[in-house]
């Protein structure tokens, strides 16, 4: 299983983001998914996930800005971020599990996130 996020970049505070995340080999229907950061010094968190039922669930503090979702037709995982502000700087991860186990067991490469004010 690959998984390879798509969308990362460079955005102004009050800004807005959108990440792919391809998933081919995972079945994203019967999945959990979900996004993960880690900041320079900083341990790697959970951002928002997602179950086989789409059911979401989120980060207070990505509550009301972030929204996760997921296309079961092409097995993708998405994350749109608005609002965006430096404290949200940070590599983003896409990880899956058939089994909804934490820690997941397949994890993307990473995509960067910079947010300047």
């Known amino acids: 299983v690959q998984l390879v996020e798509s969308g990362g970049g460079s955005v102004q505070a009050g800004g807005s983001l959108r990440l792919s995340c391809a998933a081919p080999g995972v079945t994203a229907s019967s999945y959990c998914m979900g996004w993960f950061r880690q900041a320079p010094g900083e341990e790697r968190e959970a951002v928002a996930s997602?179950?086989?039922?789409?059911?979401?669930d989120y980060a207070d503090a990505v509550k009301g800005r972030f929204n996760i979702s997921k296309d079961n037709t092409t097995d993708t995982l998405n994350l749109e971020m608005s609002g965006l502000k430096p404290e949200d700087t940070a590599m983003y991860y896409c990880?899956?599990?058939?089994?909804?186990?934490?820690?997941?067991?397949?994890w993307g490469q990473g995509t960067q996130v910079t947010v300047s004010s």
């Open positions: 990880a899956a599990d058939p089994n909804c186990l934490v820690p997941y067991q397949f």
């Open positions: 997602i179950d086989s039922d789409g059911e979401a």
